[in-house]
């Protein structure tokens, strides 16, 4: 069965601050990986997809990587803002079974970034 | 595109009343997920839809839910009857699975509170 780990569970920085996020799951036959963002009291918003084939993904200041082999992603955030406060969340989709996109998520990095 | 539509936003009913929650995926996609997010279990993957088709329940946690998806442009995931311990929020997602390419897109969830 997959399990995805996020580490650290809350994560508090001052503004301006480069950081990353981290991701691990356990089962490495993967088709792809997508983080997302949830605001309090929202939906999920996806930031980045990176399929099994890729070792990374960029999308402004953010910048995700895959090393599928060791079972771990990591999401870079650059130049942080206090709008960047949120709850970071990590999902996989196995490769095994269908291919429909089953994801299976992280319990997610609780972002705080102060003025 | 307006995005995954659920409705209601927000629910509160008695123990034993049936709730019905309703989701609009977007339009071209061909696959529908229901989640449900607790505090206690983060986001957990109740069952999901392939072409209007039912490809997983494994995660609805009794017979009192039910879901289905009568055409590609509506789905329904029933409880009945409710129980306090149903209480969370619940998420439909949808994507268009090709390949290895699945990202998925989130409504703004459905928040039940079961008295």
């Known amino acids: 069965k997959q399990e995805v780990t996020q580490i650290p569970a809350a994560l508090s920085v001052p503004e301006g601050e480069n950081l990353v996020l981290n991701c691990s799951f356990t089962?490495?036959?993967?088709?792809?990986l997508q983080w997302f963002r949830q605001d309090p009291g929202k939906g999920l918003t996806s930031l980045l997809l990176?399929?099994?084939?890729?070792r990374e993904q960029t999308s402004g200041r953010l910048n995700a990587s895959l090393d599928k082999s060791s079972g771990r992603s990591t999401l870079y955030i650059a130049a942080s803002q206090p709008g960047d406060s949120a709850t970071y969340l990590c999902a996989v989709i196995n490769a095994g079974g269908t291919s429909y996109g089953k994801l299976t998520f992280g319990q997610g990095t609780i972002l705080t970034v102060h003025p | 595109d307006a995005g995954v539509i659920q409705s209601p936003r927000h629910e509160v009913t008695e123990m034993g009343q049936e709730v019905t929650l309703r989701c609009k995926p977007i339009s071209g996609h061909n696959s529908l997920f229901w989640y449900r997010q607790t505090m206690m279990r983060g986001l957990e993957l109740l069952i999901y839809?392939?072409?209007?088709?039912?490809?997983?329940d494994s995660g609805m946690p009794e017979d009192r839910f039910s879901a289905k998806m009568p055409n590609a442009s509506f789905s329904t995931l029933k409880i009945q009857p409710s129980e306090p311990r149903d209480s969370a929020v619940y998420f439909c997602?949808?994507?268009?699975?090709?390949?290895?390419?699945?990202?998925?897109?989130f409504g703004p969830g459905t928040r039940l509170t079961v008295l």
């Open positions: 089962d490495s036959a993967i088709y792809n």
């Open positions: 839809f392939n072409n209007n088709v039912p490809i997983d």
């Open positions: 997602a949808s994507s268009f699975a090709s390949g290895s390419n699945n990202e998925q897109f």
């Open positions: 990176i399929q099994s084939s890729q």
